[in-house]
T-cell receptor
Framework: EAGVVQSPRYKIIEKKQPVAFWCNPI?????LYWYLQNLGQGPELLIR????????DSQLPKDRFSAERLKGVDSTLKIQPAELGDSAVYLC???????????FGPGTRLLVL | GQQLNQSPQSMFIQEGEDVSMNCTSS?????WLWYKQDPGEGPVLLIA?????ELTSNGRLTAQFGITRKDSFLNISASIPSDVGIYFC????????????FGTGTRLTIIP
């Protein structure tokens, strides 16, 4: 069974440019998460989806970050415009439901110059 | 955001040694989880704990859910080269919010 797929794996952009990350969860997983992982830190939740509904986006900086999961399957996280401090790893995870085991993708490593 | 305190931050050990690490929180959790993250990959769940005082093993790994519900411990016996990586604890409160709060990580290095 395929795991969580993320693309791109690496992205280098200049500050003030937009960037988007894509995630395809494990088939049948209703819950999808986006996490931010700064260097030397553990993951921090940005947003959680139950199907196509964002049920927890309290940690998402809404002035520049946006996310969508239109058909309740794959999801896109966007940053516009990117800032230097956004350089980090963006992890996507999915689970059957909110209380089940979360399976993480390999992440997208973003470098903002 | 909040991160749980893990110690030690890093460990340098020889192959075959036992390893102990712990995680503490100022908040009570109903679930404790331990993950391992290899370079360039996402975290992978190792052990899940659901009850205060619970002791659970997974091969050479043993984890305990602290009685106070504010801490957890992970032990690795007879370390091998593939144990190298970063270990994260995570807690979940289950009080209407299923959010996981992760620790700051313990980096394990095995000295040849």
């Amino acid at each position: 069974e395929a795991g969580v797929v993320q693309s791109p794996r690496y992205k280098i952009i200049e500050k003030k440019q937009p960037v988007a990350f894509w995630c395809n969860p494990i088939s049948g997983h209703n819950t999808l998460y986006w996490y931010l992982q700064n260097l030397g830190q553990g993951p921090e939740l940005l947003i959680r989806y139950e199907n196509e509904e964002a049920v927890d986006d309290s940690q998402l900086p809404k002035d520049r970050f946006s996310a969508e999961r239109l058909k309740g399957v794959d999801s896109t996280l966007k940053i516009q415009p990117a800032e230097l401090g956004d350089s980090a790893v963006y992890l996507c995870a999915s689970s059957l439901s909110a209380r089940e085991t979360q399976y993480f993708g390999p992440g997208t490593r973003l470098l903002v110059l | 955001g909040q991160q749980l305190n893990q110690s030690p931050q890093s460990m340098f050990i020889q192959e075959g040694e036992d390893v102990s690490m712990n995680c503490t929180s100022s908040s009570i959790f109903n679930t404790w989880l331990w993950y391992k993250q290899d370079p360039g990959e996402g975290p992978v769940l190792l052990i899940a704990l659901y009850k205060a005082g619970e002791l659970t093993s997974n091969g050479r790994l043993t984890a305990q859910f602290g009685i106070t519900r504010k801490d957890s411990f992970l032990n690795i016996s007879a370390s091998i080269p593939s144990d190298v990586g970063i270990y994260f604890c995570a807690g979940r409160s289950n009080f209407g919010n299923e959010k996981l709060t992760f620790g700051t990580g313990t980096r394990l290095t095995i000295i040849p």
